[in-house]
């Protein structure tokens, strides 16, 4: 009574009435959490589910992103004779490699039964065709090392050294065709679902994820000390292609539908992810900045990975988003 | 059916899987009464665990949502609308117009007729069964979560711990061992008003659209079928009489399977991986 919301004061002329004339016509007030709820849907309740992964997918989608393209990097370099950095990137490729299937096995509800994905090969399926991918990267990536070490370290002599030498470039080569899909894939991965923010951005997602993979394996290269014109070449295409997709998601929105990109702290991490593999690490380097450019470039690849799956939580909890997205 | 007794499709045992017929649930909010025998027969029968109780607000449904651990789902819709041709004004001592009415309607796996889960699924735990449902296979689940966002209707999800069979993904199985036995699902076979029925889909669909068209007579002006057949999903087997739009039962209107995105994706991932081998290329060929 001593409210002076609009609803109270109306409550409180109608109880005035009915104490008067004992009969109210019309209506009454809505009261928060009346029996006709305002929310959307049904009571606001999700209508698709949100993703149940947790730190280790996004983690991996950095990992692998960067070790796939390593091994890209890996092989452009072999190509024109830059051994030692070949074998740089082949060691990163490989790190890459061991690490990623550990978190994807981490993440599994069951990490036991994990060996169930190599029942089938399914090319409709984004995920089992990603697993096919990491296992011919790891069966690529690893003899491609052990090769091209023994290649570099002289170990063996006369034939059995070309012989390693040509085993080493077709494995690297196997290598970086496995590791741009297994860098770009997880772009489809999320792509397509039913989740709205994922769907309507499938066409931006294989680009985000590949371009930031190829950057932060050049960064990696740099910052391990290989400070050479190509991987800085490498590193102002990735941050360009970066700055170019920030335009796209800020011109390209789909109100409603895909806002969780746009708005909550999931529109922060897509955001802050953005500037910072974007314009900031292209800034930089102007700069000749490049291992600021390097620093700056993978914190952005990975808190953008963790942006994306945020907003794949956020979107999915929201009834509204699935709604909106019937339009697009 | 109703007055049928025990020769009921919902009553009667049936070979329905030993002869391979297409089979669905037909779901009538019409005569639901809200009871949830069909929640309880579910839980019992496939001994579902129990996940926990909260009181939600939200009208007589504390059950929230389907899930890993909830396969059928008794909604309850306090809507500010006519049903059928009831008299409406505030306890009928004006004339002004109020009103309400009270809508439930049990809601279950669809068993789409393609579905994003079974689609998705990396271990082919996924299958569909000579019925033409839907059955995740729990032993051969591995729980990666993907089947979740793919399910364009958020029925399917990984059940957490400390559950009972944590970590594998769970949803109806259209009591898919009852069917071999020749038994009629659990929640069908408790309805005490056959606002669940169970039958062969062609015989369903045609009672579907027979029951729409009697409620329409009868003044259920917004009565109509729920089954998406003109979208990617190309139909649902087990299908829904609304009384309203979809929307309010938190139903997507245009419900998609995810695998139409996969082309215009898998475009985009082969161009930018093509595009990164020739930058990396070109970047060695041009600077060094």
């Known amino acids: 009574m001593t409210s002076n919301s609009p609803s109270e004061k109306r409550l409180e002329e109608l109880r005035e009435q009915a104490w008067k004339d004992g009969v109210v016509p019309g209506k009454g007030v809505d009261v928060a959490g009346g029996p006709i709820p305002r929310q959307p849907g049904y009571y606001g309740q999700p209508v698709v589910k949100p993703p149940v992964w947790t730190w280790e997918i996004p983690f991996y989608f950095f990992i692998g992103g960067a070790g796939g393209m390593s091994a890209v990097i890996a092989s452009a370099a072999f190509t024109f004779h830059h051994v030692d950095l070949a074998r740089a990137a082949m060691w990163l490729a490989a790190a890459g490699s061991i690490l990623s299937p550990i978190l994807l096995i981490m993440d599994l509800g069951r990490p036991r039964l994990f060996i169930n994905m190599l029942r089938v090969f399914k090319p409709q399926s984004a995920m089992s065709m990603g697993v096919w991918i990491l296992v011919m990267f790891i069966t690529c990536v690893v003899p491609g090392l052990i090769a091209l070490e023994l290649h570099a370290l002289q170990v063996f002599t006369g034939p059995m050294d070309q012989l390693l030498r040509i085993a080493a470039s077709f494995l690297i080569f196997g290598s970086a065709i496995f590791g741009m899909l297994l860098a770009t894939y997880t772009g489809v991965l999320i792509g397509a679902t039913a989740i709205p923010a994922w769907f309507l951005h499938r066409v931006l997602l294989p680009i985000h994820f590949g371009t930031a993979g190829l950057g932060s394996a050049a960064a990696l290269l740099e910052l391990l000390g290989h400070r050479i014109a190509a991987l800085n070449a490498l590193g102002y295409y990735a941050a360009a292609v970066e700055s170019a997709l920030l335009i796209w998601l800020s011109v390209d929105k789909h109100g409603a539908a895909d806002r969780a990109i746009h708005e909550h702290a999931s529109g922060w991490l897509i955001r802050i992810g953005e500037i910072l593999t974007g314009p900031l690490a292209l800034v930089l380097r102007l700069f000749s900045l490049v291992p600021f450019a390097a620093i700056s470039f993978l914190i952005g690849a990975l808190v953008s990975r963790f942006g994306w799956i945020a907003v794949g939580k956020v979107s999915g909890s929201d009834p509204e988003s699935v709604f909106a997205a019937e339009h697009y | ?288």
């Not at chain 2, 839980?43 to 665990?49: A, D, G, R």
């Not at chain 2, 009270?102 to 569909?128: M, N, Y």
């Not at chain 2, 036995?181 to 408790?190: D, E």
């Open chain 2, 1 to 288: 059916m109703i007055g049928e007794g025990i020769q009921s499709t919902n009553q009667r045992k049936h070979s329905y899987v030993q002869d391979r017929v297409e089979v669905g649930f037909f779901t009538d909010p019409s005569v639901c009464i809200g009871c949830k025998a069909c929640e309880v027969a579910c839980k019992e029968w496939n001994q579902v665990p129990d996940d926990g109780f909260t009181w939600s607000g939200n009208s007589y449904d504390n059950t929230g949502h389907l899930g890993a651990s909830t396969w059928r789902h008794v909604m309850f819709l306090e809507q500010d609308r006519q049903k059928g041709n009831q008299i409406t004004g505030p306890m009928g001592l004006t004339e002004a117009e109020d009103p309400f009415r009270w809508v439930f309607l049990s809601d279950v796996c669809k068993h789409c007729e393609e579905a994003g889960c079974l689609e998705a699924c990396p271990t082919g735990s996924i299958v569909r069964t000579e019925v033409g449902s839907v059955l995740v296979q729990n032993d051969v689940c591995n729980g990666c979560g993907y089947c979740v966002v793919s399910c364009p209707f958020g029925v399917i999800d990984r059940r957490p711990e400390p559950l009972p069979d944590a970590g594998g993904a769970f949803k109806c199985t259209f009591c898919y061992d009852r069917q071999k036995s020749g038994l009629v699902p659990a929640c069908a076979k408790v309805c005490p008003t056959e606002s669940i029925v169970f039958g062969r889909l062609d015989d369903l669909r045609a009672r579907g659209a027979e029951r729409v068209q009697q409620l329409q007579q009868s003044g259920y002006n917004d009565a109509q079928l729920y089954d998406p057949t003109e979208t990617s999903v190309r139909g649902i087997h087990a299908f829904f009489l609304i009384l309203g739009e979809p929307e309010a039962y938190g139903l997507p209107p245009k419900p998609q399977i995810p695998t139409i995105y996969l082309k215009s994706a898998w475009t985009s991932a082969f161009a930018t991986a093509i595009a990164s081998l020739i930058a990396a290329l070109a970047a060695f060929a041009f600077f060094s």
